[in-house]
């Protein structure tokens, strides 16, 4: 127990009889039908009691692990076949989320060449305003997207914090 959970119920069991009496006063007619003024001490300093366990990452405790196998046959196995399909879950997803921005990068590059090779072939036949647009156009787009690129990053798994979201610089 925590040095200041004992503190608590140290000061818990000093109240005196009188701030008990107050206590008792505060209940509801129907508590105070269950209850006795002398048990008001006892009911502080139980209600006080807790314990509180917490663990991080994927699987629990040894203690706890065992008991879920005690408690079903066969639990402890189903949760580490859960956590398999898990991984491989995520790991699907990393890939289909890098393959949509491979994807996007091909597409963007070739719709580029697509504007080059437009105001290239407007120049030659003679129309430099239109060709310049084209070639306008396709700066834009790059520079749209470097300066739109930087402003996200790409969200980097880290086991202590729950939620992880693209940053904005």
Known sequence: MSSSLE??????????????KQIYDTLPPDIKSHVKPDDIKMILSMATMVTSRSYSGPLPPAEQFARYESVQKGAANCLLNYMDREQAH???????????????????????LSFISASVFLSIQGHEAVAGIFVGAAALGIVGKFIDGRKTEIPKENPTKKNNRSKKR
């Open 90 to 112: 995520r790991h699907i997803m990393d890939k289909r989320r890098f393959s949509e921005i491979y994807r996007g990068q091909f597409l963007g590059f070739l719709s580029l």
């Open 7 to 20: 503190d608590k119920a140290k000061e818990l069991s000093n109240i005196s009889d009188n701030t008990d």
